[in-house]
């Protein structure tokens, strides 16, 4: 499977506990996005990475959430302490390093806090 | 704030009629416009991408886009009670020049009654 990759599909958690998301970008390319989604709403951009780099995380919320993009591996959306309003939709993208190109989605993450 | 804007519909047409969906954008220097499908439940799915003045055509699927009105548009003709979905139309900041994170609207929801 070539697509953007994306586990878990969902994740219940407690609140106060710990949510990890993850994504492997399609084949060949090496940006990465994650967006979120509320029921009803539209896709709210979080942050935008390169391999070990953040270009753009201005849509995080300040605290409690975290992102990476190692070298090697998956990128992790990190959420601490969760809270029922973190319940909701994370969607993946990702897009090769060259030229005007569009966002190809991974499958998402429903995370549910409890 | 750079937004895109969307009528959330519910947008309804008879099977076989011509669909048409709107957007506006507020970042005038914008030079990439992308039209994504969502099914309830399921992750955006791109349909088309415009990058210049006038009409681009992929079968069933036209997108119109008009940068002097900051206006973006998608039609579907013959449509099919499998178009029935959310249109989401999205937006890449001209900040971000030819990559970077897209801006999306909330999305119209399409029903294509049989």
């Known amino acids: 499977n070539a697509g953007v990759m994306q586990n878990p599909r969902h994740l219940v958690r407690r609140r106060g506990q710990e949510a990890r998301l993850r994504c492997s970008p399609m084949?060949?390319?090496?940006?990465v996005y994650w967006y979120r989604q509320l029921p009803e709403e539209g896709l709210k951009f979080m942050v935008y990475l390169q391999k070990e780099n953040i270009i753009d995380e201005s849509g995080m919320p300040k605290e409690r959430f975290s992102a990476e993009f190692p070298k090697e591996g998956p990128s992790i959306l990190r959420i601490q302490q969760v809270v029922r309003g973190d319940s909701a939709a994370y969607f993946c993208a990702s897009s090769p390093s060259q030229g005007n190109s569009p966002l190809h989605f991974g499958n998402g993450t429903r995370l549910t806090v409890t | 704030q750079k937004e895109v804007e969307q009528n959330s519909g519910p947008l309804s047409v008879p099977e076989g009629a011509i669909a048409s969906l709107n957007c506006t954008y507020s970042?005038?220097?914008?030079?990439?416009f992308f039209w994504y499908r969502q099914y309830s439940g399921k992750s955006p799915e791109l349909i088309m991408f415009i990058y210049s003045n006038g009409d681009k055509e992929d079968g069933r699927f036209t997108a119109q886009l008009n940068k002097a009105s900051q206006y973006v548009s998608l039609l579907i003709r013959d449509s099919q009670p499998s178009d029935s979905a959310t249109y989401l139309c999205a937006v890449r900041p001209a900040v971000r020049g030819s990559q970077g994170n897209l801006i999306f609207g909330k999305g119209t929801k399409l029903s294509v009654k049989p």
């Open positions: 084949k060949g390319h090496s940006h």
């Open positions: 970042d005038r220097g914008s030079q990439s």
